[in-house]
């Protein structure tokens, strides 16, 4: 029930049922020539009224109570012969309650209507009504449904402070001039449905608690909702924004749909707080689109959309997935610094201009998209999944180390991902990319998945990019030890080592839809990426992918020969591919040990030959001829581990090393081992050398 004011109205009114508790009673204005309004009017005089009235006259009922059935005869009074329907001038009923339906339909008011203050305790009908002046309904009250559809407002319609607590149809409503809704509370639904709005259409700090349904609606001026409310789903599908739009600080409680929605002009949603799902699929934003400080808490869907001028989302927070799926930026783009505590999906989308994405996310997600200019991808915590993109021009994925700073100095909150690990960024697939204008810089390389990736060798690796580690410790493989080297592996070696039968712990298995690649395709990748690191004055670094390379063609029972296959397990067994110095060493001291232990027991004589000179003296006398001869060294007998003797075997072996003769008398035997060792030994020393060399030259 409605209490009245205190207060007397400004205007003349009736008194009638004047209370006690209501000291002021009635305030309906005066009949013209009366003393009480029309609802408390004699009988004879109220007819008399009537009877006077014409179609088009001005009406002040301002105050008046109406029952359904007064309202009737008022507007049968009014009915234009013509066409059968109510014409009014001027209508003034502010203040004025209707009980029951009030039936406007089709009502035409040739002036000002004003139902400022109104109360209607039943339906409002005001279907097909045209309003040919301003429509004041400020601050009235709709206590059932409030039926609008068709209605035609050719002047301003203001709405400004007024309450709806049934249904609000405005379905296929045209507004000429200016609507003004701010502050109006829609309790239940609010359906504007093709609505058209050729001016300014207001909701500023409006109150929508029921489903707002504006499909298919065309606002060809400016629509403002700041600071709007809407408690319940917000449909905006296929609806048409030619002017500004702004939705900054507006809530939307539950879903907001604005799927194939157009923005012909600047889109503001700064600020705004969206609940539940945001549905912008398909959507068209044909000048700038703002998102700035934005709060999606469910999912925020922009699939299909088509951004055609500049497009930010500074500050926005995405909690649940960003979908971004073949979405179209066809200008340039700063789509960050913003968070997301999900997933960001760009799958599909084209860059046409320049592009910053400053993203603090838990996964971004970028297959198949198409870059046709310059990108810079500034992420922190994100897992980046980059398989099959598309770009012409270098683009570059780097890791920020500290949070995103915004324009005004303040860091970008990241609350959202205060449950992550860490804020490394890890990139998951470049496969089917061509990597020819491909920067990474301080990326996490552990898991991702290079094969299939073109021109992989002009990949420009900056800062500290990591791959995974080879298993450390000595594993046991069935019997035998199983000890391997320390080096940068990648993320298919794991997964084919993982998959072999006799695989030891310490091999990451490949991940369900990831695939098994074997030592044929790996080869060229780890060659590829070997390149990268030498064309980049990396040459330590490109060690490790030389050792994985051979490693592959060690293992390739496809396209490496039995043949092939023997000489590099020998290189590998002996020096690590010419990559381990410590193992070429070790086996150069055991060879020097061998070879001593054998001159010593077989190869130095048991004593030094001495030299013998025999000649004959001529019986006459005359010149004396002598031969000067070496007895053949003998094999040695008795102790042969003297300390003379390891003295004498180590000189020799020594110079071997450096492929030198010692010039020592050595038994046949000896003379063999010393070949021997004169071949091998600086063969292996040479190894040891050229270990250390990869592993320090620039």
Same mark, same amino acid.
């Given at each position: ?26 305030? &309906?204005?005066?009949?013209? &020539? ?45 009915? =234009?012969? %013509? ?51 301003? #429509? ?19 002047? !301003? ?20 001039? !200016? ?30 608690? &029921? ?32 002017? =500004? ?107 046409? &201009? ?80 061509? #990597? #020819? ?13 290079? %094969? ?212 020592? !008398? ?24 050229? #270990? ?7």
């Amino acid at each position: 029930m409605t209490h009245p004011s205190p207060e007397p109205p400004p205007w003349p009114h009736c008194s009638h049922g004047t209370t006690p508790e209501d000291p002021v009673g009635c305030r &309906g204005i005066h009949i013209p &020539g009366q003393t009480a309004c029309l609802a408390h009017l004699a009988d004879t005089d109220r007819d008399a009224y009537l009877s006077s009235l014409a179609s088009g006259t001005d009406i002040d009922h301002r105050g008046t109570p109406f029952t359904q059935d007064l309202l009737n005869r008022l507007l049968d009074a009014l009915r =234009d012969p %013509t066409t059968g329907h109510p014409r009014l001038g001027g209508a003034r009923f502010g203040a004025a309650t209707f009980e029951g339906t009030a039936g406007f339909e089709s009502a035409t008011f040739e002036g000002t209507a004003r139902f400022e203050s109104a109360t209607f305790e039943g339906t409002a009908r005001f279907e097909s009504a045209t309003f040919k002046d301003t #429509a004041r309904f400020e601050s009235a009250t709709f206590k059932d449904t409030a039926r609008f559809r068709l209605a035609t407002f050719e002047g !301003d319609a203001g709405f400004g402070l007024a309450t709806f607590e049934g249904t609000a149809w405005f379905e296929s409503a045209a507004f000429t001039g !200016d609507a003004w809704f701010e502050s109006a509370t829609f309790k239940s639904d609010a359906v504007f449905v093709s609505a058209t709005f050729k001016d300014i259409a207001v909701f500023v700090s409006a109150a929508l608690e &029921g489903t707002a349904r504006f499909g298919s609606a065309i606002f060809e001026g400016t629509a403002v909702f700041v600071s709007a409310t809407f408690k319940s789903d917000a449909g905006f599908v296929s609806a048409t924004f030619k002017g =500004d739009t702004g939705f900054e600080s507006a809530t939307f409680g539950n879903d907001a749909r604005f799927e194939s929605a157009t923005f012909k002009s600047d889109a503001w949603f700064e600020s705004a707080i969206f609940e539940g799902t945001a549905g912008f699929e398909s959507a068209t934003f044909e000048n700038d689109a703002r998102f700035r400080s934005a709060t999606f808490k469910g999912t925020a869907g922009f699939e299909s959309a088509t951004f055609e001028g500049d497009t930010g989302f500074e500050s926005a927070t995405f909690k649940g997935t960003a979908g971004f799926v073949e979405t179209v930026f066809e200008r340039s783009a700063s789509l960050g610094p913003l968070v997301c505590a999900g997933r960001v999906m760009l799958s599909g989308a084209v860059f046409g &201009g320049p592009v910053t994405l400053s993203f603090a996310a838990r996964r971004l997600e970028c297959r198949r998209t198409r870059w046709s200019s310059t990108a810079e991808l500034r992420l922190r915590y994100a897992t980046v999944d980059f398989a099959h993109a598309v770009f012409e021009y270098p683009l570059t994925i780097a890791a920020e180390a500290d949070p995103f700073v915004l324009a005004n100095g303040r860091p970008v909150e990241e609350q959202a991902l205060a449950g992550a690990p860490d804020a490394t960024v890890r990139l998951a697939s470049l496969r089917g990319v061509d #990597a #020819a204008h491909l920067v990474l810089a301080d990326v996490n390389l552990s898991g991702c998945l290079f %094969t299939g990736t073109v021109h992989l060798d002009q990949l420009r690796l900056e800062g500290t990019c990591s791959f995974s580690k080879a298993p450390s410790r000595t594993h046991r493989q069935r019997w035998r030890p199983v000890r391997f080297t320390q080096r940068r592996t990648l993320a298919e070696e794991h997964h084919w080592r993982a998959s072999q039968p006799a695989a030891v712990r310490g091999w990451n298995v490949a991940v369900f839809g990831t695939g098994h690649i074997g030592p044929t395709k790996l080869a060229p990748v780890y060659r590829a990426l070997r390149k990268a690191f030498e064309d980049g004055k990396n040459e330590p670094g490109a060690a490790d992918f030389y050792y994985g390379e051979m490693e592959m063609r060690r293992h390739d029972r496809t396209g490496t020969t039995r043949a092939e296959r023997g000489l590099l397990h020998g290189y590998w067994l002996l020096s690590g591919y010419g990559l381990r110095a410590s193992r070429a060493l070790g086996w150069l001291a055991a060879a020097m040990l061998v070879t001593i232990v054998l001159l010593m027991g077989f190869g130095l004589p048991k004593d030094n030959p001495k030299q013998e000179a025999t000649g004959t003296v001529p019986p006459n006398g005359g010149r004396v001829t002598f031969e000067i001869d070496k007895a053949d060294p003998q094999n040695p007998t008795g102790n042969r581990f003297t300390g003379e003797r390891f003295e004498k075997a180590l000189n020799v072996t020594l110079n071997s090393v450096v492929f030198r003769s010692s010039g020592q !008398d050595l038994t046949t035997t000896g003379t063999y081992i010393e070949m021997a060792s004169r071949v091998t030994e600086p063969v292996l020393l040479g190894l040891a050398v050229l #270990a250390v060399r990869n592993r320090v030259k620039r």
